[in-house]
């Protein structure tokens, strides 16, 4: 087994007197996919926040390839190699989807590359932003305004800025949410083109079993803000102790 790259120990956030995420210990591994499993209010998108920096942990710590990332703000951790999905929100609306995508790589670029000269510098960077285009399936979209796209070629576009910063973690919170059948499986694939990629580690929350067993290789289990569970994905949903789980909220997990 590789080196965990990414691990949180002990992670705890509290609201006043709710505990939201309490002592979450975990470690995930580069070329695992793992999906975060819970009922509602089980505490994954608060997880989700405490690693990619959005909230502050009360206690405990993020540690990516032995780096304490516990107190730096989100910009600091992208720059570790955190990288999380976004809905478009942050995005240029007026800009084409190939504008989007350079200035990611643009971004990520100014993160590493200061070496290089200006005009090879900005070849790289077409060539870049050009290959996240096709590898996303965005081409035929190249030159249309980013907030014209349909929602499924939205959903495309932020898996395509994400893969421009080109992070060693990718964080996808249901990232098929709100789409249509049609759309699902071509986001569905690219981040299997991820997990496939044996260097990154992939962490999705998700609701829909569909896709926990199209992709995961490991789940994990929130309750209560508690890890409850963890390990191969048929033998935790199959385990009594997490069907009372979901089964207490009324949510099916067949
Ligand atoms: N900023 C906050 N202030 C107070 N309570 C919060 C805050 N953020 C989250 N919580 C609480 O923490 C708990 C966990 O919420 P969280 O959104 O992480 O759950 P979740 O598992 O992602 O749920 P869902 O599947 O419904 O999205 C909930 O009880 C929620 O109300």
């Not at 120990?9 to 070329?31: E, K, M, Q, Y």
């Not at 900005?122 to 996303?136: G, M, P, Y």
């Not at 994400?162 to 059948?181: I, N, R």
Request: overall charge neutral; some cysteine.
């Amino acid at each position: 087994m590789t080196q965990p790259s990414l691990i949180t120990r002990d992670l705890t956030i509290r609201f006043g007197g709710h505990v939201a995420v309490n002592a979450v210990s975990c470690a995930f591994h580069p070329g695992e996919l793992t999906v975060i499993v819970g009922p509602n209010g089980a505490g994954k998108t608060t997880y989700f926040n405490l690693i990619s920096g959005q909230l502050s942990a009360s206690s405990g710590q993020v540690i990516k390839d032995g780096v304490d990332l516990t107190r730096m703000a989100p910009s600091a951790r992208a720059h570790h190699g955190i990288g999380r999905a976004f809905q478009l929100t942050n995005l240029f609306p007026a800009l084409s989807v190939l504008e989007n995508i350079r200035l990611a790589v643009q971004a990520r670029a100014g993160m590493g590359w200061r070496m290089l000269r200006p005009v090879r510098h900005f070849r790289v960077l077409s060539e870049k932003a050009e290959h996240f285009l096709e590898a996303t399936r965005l081409g035929a979209r190249a030159h249309q305004p980013a907030a014209l796209l349909p929602h499924g070629d939205q959903r495309k576009l932020e898996v395509a800025l994400l893969m421009a910063m080109e992070p060693d973690v990718y964080m996808f919170d249901e990232p098929t949410a709100g789409m249509s059948l049609d759309h699902a499986p071509e986001v569905l694939e690219l981040i299997a083109g991820i997990k496939r990629d044996t260097t990154k580690t992939v962490l999705l929350v998700e609701h829909k079993m569909e896709v926990v067993r199209a992709l995961a290789d490991r789940i994990i289990v929130l309750h209560n803000g508690e890890l409850l569970a963890q390990g191969d994905p048929a033998e935790v949903m199959a385990s009594q102790l997490v069907r009372d789980v979901y089964l207490g909220k009324s949510e099916g997990v067949a």
